[in-house]
Nanobody
């Protein structure tokens, strides 16, 4: 069973920065596509950023140029650097791991990010 534990959420002012981290329990981390999703009350969970085992990345249009996803395979960790935060970035952020060839995916418990003045 894969376990994902997020950290780094909190309260930040508009224009500020936060760095989220997701630590994964030992497994063949490099073979998994890792992603960050976010969700606000009453809305569906949406993809924020994804990174493949080969470090290919893609981002939601709303965060392009502000957020950067990265991974440290030796540490089974994925990060989300969030800069120039906006009020609308407020959400619970979830770490996600997926290995399509095995048909498995896992979610973290979520970490709250609040952007407020």
């Amino acid at each position: 069973q894969v376990q994902l534990v997020e950290s780094g959420g909190g309260l930040v002012q508009p224009g500020g920065s936060l760095r989220l981290s997701c630590a994964a329990s030992p497994y063949t981390f490099i073979f998994y596509s890792m992603a960050w999703y976010r969700q606000t009350p009453g809305k569906e969970r949406e993809l924020v950023a994804r990174i493949s085992g080969g470090d290919n990345t893609n981002y939601a249009d709303s965060v392009k140029g502000r957020f950067t996803i990265s991974r440290e395979n030796a540490k089974n960790t994925v990060h989300l650097q969030m800069n120039s935060l906006r009020l609308e970035d407020t959400a619970v952020y979830y770490c996600h791991a997926k290995r399509t060839i095995l048909g498995v995916e896992y979610w973290g418990q979520g970490t709250q990010v609040t952007v407020s003045s």
